[in-house]
C-alpha cells in the first residue's frame, strides 16, 4: 500500500464492510454453537488467556482481518517501531517503549544508538536511590528517614504509575516492601488536590518527585513551586535539596527550577508520556514505595509481552488479535465505545489508564500524511470494576446500546477470603459474574423464555434482552508485578496495532494544544483584572460575562498573592 493510500480505500477493507453485513445477520448464540469455531478463537501466551469467541466474527472475518493487517503493513510497522525508525512522524521521533524494558543485554537502536544501556543506567540510579530512600542512609533536612513520597505530574506522567501503584497496593509482596511508607499522587493543578496530597504528611519526612517529560506543563510546575513552597516555608530554602528530586527529559529546565542535576532521573523524547510508566516516570516512585526488585519484576512482565508482540505470528498474538478485533468492532460494525471491566478492585485504575493511551493515541482525524480520515478512528475507553459496574452502567450494555466489552478476570485473588457457612469463597463469587456476564450478553433473553417463565405480558418487552453484545474475555494466571506488566505492554501495544492498521499516528497529541493556548490568554486577562482592573476584552459574549461575573464574585482574591498554603 502506497503510504497515501488511506487504508479505507483498500480491498480488503471494502471486503469487510461487505462481510460486516452479512455478519450482522448473524446471532452471537449461533456462532457459539460451534464450538469448533470457539476453540479455535481461545489463545494463551505466558499464562494469560484470551478467549474472543464472544466477539461477533466468523473464522471468515479473522482471515479478512489479517488480510487487512497485511495490506496495512502491519508487520513492518510493528519492525519499524522496534527499529527505532522514527515513526512517530510529526514530531520525527522514534516509539521506544519497549527499550525501557528490554534485557541489559539486549540492543536497540535509536538514531544509529544502542538506547539499552542508557535505560539501565536510570535503572540502575534508580535502584541505588530507592535503596538510599528505604534504608535511612539519605534523610531529610531535619535528619529524619524519608517514609512518605508525593509524586507530582499529569497525564502521561501521572496515569500510569496511579494504576500500577493501585494494582500493586494489595500485592502481598508489595504490601511487605511497602510498610511504614506512603506514595501519593498530586496531578490536578486545583488546589484541592493540593490540600488532599498533603494532609497528615510532614514535610520533614516527605520526599517530592516532581515528575514531568517536558518539564513546562502548566499544571505540573504550578504544583511543584506549591510543594517547593511548603517544604521550604516549613524547614528553610536549602532544605529542597534534600526533600526534592524530578523526572524528566529536560535536564535543563530541572536544574533551573533549582533541583539538583544528580537527583534527576533521565529520560528520552522517544518515550512518549502516556507510554512512559516503564520509564523513570513510573519506575522511580514505584521503587521507592516498593523496592526495585518488585519493580524490576513489573518490567519483566511487560517485556515478556514486548518479545511476544514482535516475534508471534498474527493468528497467536494477543495484542495484534485484539487490535484488529478492535477495528473491526469500531470500523465495521460501527461501535464507537470499548468497556474495560477488570474483575479486580487493584485494577479500578486501570481504564483510566487506558482511556490516555487509546484516546490521545488513536482520537485523531486525519492520517500519518494529514489526509483528512473518511472513516472514524479512536473508541471512547471507560470502565470500573466488577462488580461495581454491574450495580452501574450495566443497564445501558444490556439493554440499551452495544458496547463491546473487554472482561478482565484474575485466577488467584491478592487477597484472599473464606467464610465457613458460605456456598463458596469471596473471590470464586466476584469470579462468578466475571463467567456470566459474556454470556448475559452474548445470548441475551428471548420473548419466549420470558413467556414460559410467565412473566406478566406488559413486562415481556421490558424483560427481553436482545444479546449478540459482543465482548471478550482475559484470564490472568493472578495480579503480581509480573502480571502488572504483561497487561499494561498488552493493551499498550494492541493500541498501536489499531493505529497502524487505520494508518494514523498513535504517538503525536496535537489535540491538546489549542485548548492549552486559550488557557494562557484567560490567564493573562485574571492577572490584567486582579492587578490592573482591567476590564475583560477580546473574548466572546458568553466567556466575557462568565470571566466578569467570576472576577467580580471573588474580588477577595489578593492582587499582590500573599503566599497561603491550604489549612489541612
Ligand atoms: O510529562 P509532561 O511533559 O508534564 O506532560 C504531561 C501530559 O501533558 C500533555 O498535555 C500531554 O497531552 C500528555 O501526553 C502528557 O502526558
Not at 493505529?499 to 488557557?519: C, H, M, P, R, Y
Request: aromatic content about 8%; hydrophobic content about 40%; some cysteine.
Amino acid at each position: 500500500m502506497a503510504s497515501s493510500t488511506l487504508i479505507s480505500d483498500t480491498q480488503p477493507w471494502k471486503e469487510l464492510q461487505a462481510h460486516a453485513v452479512d455478519v450482522k445477520k448473524t446471532h452471537l448464540r449461533d456462532l457459539l454453537s460451534n464450538e469448533e469455531r470457539s476453540r479455535s478463537m481461545v489463545v494463551e501466551f505466558d499464562g494469560i488467556l484470551l478467549d474472543y469467541s464472544r466477539q461477533l466474527a466468523t473464522v471468515e472475518t479473522r482471515e479478512k482481518l489479517f488480510k487487512l493487517a497485511e495490506v496495512a503493513s502491519l508487520k513492518e510497522k510493528i519492525n519499524r517501531m522496534y527499529k527505532g525508525e522514527h515513526i512517530n512522524s510529526t514530531e520525527n521521533r522514534s516509539v521506544l517503549h519497549v527499550a525501557l524494558r528490554a534485557p541489559r543485554d539486549s540492543v536497540i537502536q535509536s538514531d544509529g544508538k544502542n538506547v539499552v544501556p542508557d535505560v539501565w543506567n536510570v535503572l540502575d540510579k534508580i535502584k541505588e536511590f530507592s535503596e538510599r530512600i528505604r534504608s535511612g542512609s539519605w534523610v531529610g533536612a531535619t535528619g529524619k528517614q524519608l517514609k512518605d513520597v508525593v509524586a507530582v505530574g499529569i497525564g502521561g506522567s501521572f496515569l500510569g504509575p496511579l494504576f500500577v501503584h493501585t494494582a500493586l497496593q494489595t500485592d502481598p509482596e508489595a504490601i511487605e516492601s511497602a510498610r511504614g511508607r506512603q506514595l501519593r499522587f498530586l496531578a490536578n493543578v486545583d488546589p484541592i488536590d493540593v490540600a488532599r496530597n498533603i494532609t497528615g504528611l510532614n514535610p520533614e519526612t516527605t520526599l517530592v518527585v516532581i515528575v514531568s517529560k517536558t518539564f513546562t506543563t502548566a499544571e505540573t510546575m504550578l504544583n511543584a513551586r506549591t510543594l517547593r513552597e511548603w517544604i521550604s516555608s516549613a524547614l528553610g530554602a536549602s532544605a529542597v535539596a534534600k526533600h526534592m528530586v524530578a523526572v524528566s527529559t529536560n535536564l535543563t529546565l530541572v536544574e533551573k527550577f533549582g533541583i539538583d542535576p544528580n537527583n534527576a532521573f533521565a529520560f528520552w523524547d522517544w518515550v512518549g508520556g502516556r507510554y512512559s510508566v516503564c520509564s523513570a516516570v513510573g519506575v522511580l516512585p514505584l521503587s521507592l514505595q516498593y523496592g526495585f526488585s518488585v519493580i524490576e519484576k513489573f518490567l519483566k512482565g511487560a517485556s515478556s509481552i514486548d518479545q511476544h508482540m514482535h516475534s508471534e505470528q498474527f493468528e497467536r498474538n494477543l495484542p495484534v488479535l485484539l487490535g484488529l478485533l478492535s477495528v473491526w468492532n469500531v470500523s465495521f460494525l460501527g461501535y464507537p465505545a470499548r468497556a474495560i471491566l477488570p474483575y479486580s478492585q487493584a485494577l479500578e485504575k486501570f481504564a483510566p489508564h487506558i482511556q490516555q493511551v487509546s484516546m490521545e493515541s488513536n482520537g485523531k482525524g486525519v492520517s500519518i500524511d494529514g489526509v483528512p480520515l473518511p472513516f472514524e478512528a479512536g473508541e471512547i475507553d471507560f470502565g470500573e470494576p466488577g462488580t461495581n459496574g454491574q450495580h452501574s452502567f450495566y443497564q445501558l450494555i444490556h439493554q440499551g446500546r452495544v458496547i463491546p466489552c473487554d472482561f478482565i478476570g484474575v485466577v488467584k485473588s491478592q487477597q484472599p477470603v473464606y467464610l465457613s457457612g458460605e456456598v463458596v469463597s469471596n473471590h470464586d463469587e466476584l469470579m462468578s459474574n466475571f463467567f456470566a456476564q459474556p454470556d448475559a450478553l452474548a445470548y441475551g433473553k428471548t420473548s419466549e423464555q420470558l413467556k414460559k417463565e410467565n412473566v406478566p405480558p406488559h413486562l415481556v418487552s421490558h424483560k427481553t434482552f436482545s444479546g449478540n453484545r459482543p465482548s471478550l474475555s482475559l484470564l490472568l494466571p493472578s495480579l503480581n508485578a509480573y502480571n502488572i506488566g504483561q497487561l499494561l505492554a498488552i493493551y499498550e501495544h494492541r493500541i498501536a496495532v489499531e493505529g497502524f492498521i487505520w494508518g494514523i499516528n498513535s504517538f503525536d497529541q496535537w489535540g491538546v494544544e489549542l485548548g492549552k493556548s486559550l488557557a494562557t490568554q484567560v490567564r493573562k486577562q485574571l492577572n490584567a483584572s486582579r492587578t490592573k482592573g482591567e476590564p475583560v476584552q477580546g473574548f466572546n459574549f458568553s466567556t466575557t460575562s462568565m470571566l466578569t461575573r467570576y472576577l467580580k464574585a471573588s474580588a477577595d482574591v489578593p492582587a499582590d498573592l500573599p503566599t497561603r498554603l491550604p489549612k489541612t
